[in-house]
């Protein structure tokens, strides 16, 4: 097992975050200084996703997770590649949460519950894009529970593992 390195993503803090409001937060840009990682090694990444209660979510939906890293030809799925070109990095999890009584559903997903994808360079575009998308390939819609205290709607943990020649 090579060096490992993490990257906490809080939607709180994307470029195109916008307070208060629910549906807008399905497709969002951070600003990431990826020297952090070594150059000219390849890795495995996983990830670990938790967002909070989702007012419009369907125990029954599935919902990839989009992960725009910034060159097709640095990135081999070990999974599945979904939709021109876009690389679906695994798929998000609905678990019921019981607030006040009411069901409400949270997309949820652990490291080892989607394989893990290779690149096999370190990113070098600044501007990570994350997006939810439906199985129709298009961004979620999904709105997000803006009573709740929390000013972030998810947490994306992504785990990136070198792996030796």
């Not at 997903?109 to 690149?119: E, G, H, R, S």
């Not at 947490?155 to 020649?165: K, N, R, S």
């Given at each position: 097992?090579?060096?490992?390195?993490n990257?906490?993503?809080?939607?709180?803090?994307a470029?195109?975050f916008?307070?208060?409001?629910?549906?807008?937060?399905?497709d969002?840009t951070?600003?990431?200084?990826?020297?952090?990682?070594p150059?000219?090694?390849?890795?495995?990444?996983?990830?670990?996703?938790?967002?909070?209660?989702?007012?419009?979510?369907?125990?029954?939906?599935?919902?990839?997770?989009?992960?725009?890293?910034?060159?097709?030809?640095?990135?081999?799925?070990?999974s599945?590649?979904?939709?021109?070109?876009?690389?679906?990095?695994?798929?998000?999890?609905?678990?019921?949460?019981?607030?006040?009584?009411?069901?409400?559903?949270?997309?949820q997903?652990?490291?080892?519950?989607?394989?893990?994808?290779?690149?096999l360079n370190?990113?070098?575009?600044?501007?990570?894009?994350?997006?939810?998308?439906?199985?129709?390939?298009?961004?979620?819609s999904?709105?997000?529970?803006?009573?709740?205290?929390?000013?972030?709607?998810y947490?994306?943990?992504?785990?990136?593992?070198?792996?030796?020649?």
């Open positions: 097992m090579g060096k490992t390195y990257l906490y993503l809080n939607s709180s803090k470029l195109n916008v307070a208060g409001t629910a549906t807008s937060q399905n969002l951070y600003n990431i200084n990826w020297s952090f990682l150059d000219n090694k390849k890795f495995k990444v996983s990830f670990n996703f938790h967002s909070q209660n989702i007012t419009n979510l369907d125990g029954s939906d599935t919902t990839a997770l989009m992960v725009y890293f910034d060159a097709p030809n640095t990135y081999v799925p070990q599945t590649v979904v939709g021109n070109g876009n690389f679906c990095i695994g798929v998000l999890h609905p678990y019921t949460n019981t607030v006040n009584g009411n069901n409400r559903y949270i997309l997903t652990d490291y080892q519950d989607n394989p893990p994808i290779m690149l370190r990113p070098y575009n600044s501007n990570l894009r994350v997006e939810l998308q439906t199985l129709q390939e298009t961004t979620a999904y709105a997000f529970d803006t009573n709740v205290n929390s000013p972030s709607r947490v994306l943990i992504l785990h990136f593992e070198e792996v030796d020649e």
